[in-house]
């Protein structure tokens, strides 16, 4: 929606690279917002984890905050 113009949005910026990049949105707030680099995964509990799931997690623990 914000990207159509209908209004702001407050989105990680690993969501948004793309939009940023071409200016298709562009941060209006960015000496107000503070980037605390937490982000979450919840899955149910079993005897067995999924590969595809450890798979996606670990993915996700070394590329998503890389400094």
Same mark, same amino acid.
């Given at each position: 929606?914000?990207?159509?113009? %209908?209004?702001?949005?407050?989105?990680?910026?690993?969501?948004?690279?793309?939009?940023?990049?071409?200016?298709? %949105?562009?941060?209006?707030?960015?000496?107000?917002?503070?980037?605390?680099?937490?982000?979450?995964? %919840?899955?149910?509990?079993?005897?067995?984890?999924?590969?595809?799931?450890?798979?996606?997690?670990?993915?996700?623990?070394?590329?998503?905050?890389?400094?």
């Amino acid at each position: 929606m914000a990207e159509s113009g %209908l209004g702001v949005a407050c989105l990680p910026l690993f969501t948004i690279g793309r939009q940023i990049a071409d200016q298709s %949105l562009v941060s209006v707030l960015a000496d107000h917002v503070e980037d605390v680099g937490e982000f979450r995964v %919840l899955w149910p509990s079993s005897r067995q984890r999924s590969p595809k799931i450890r798979a996606f997690v670990t993915f996700m623990a070394e590329n998503l905050f890389r400094p």
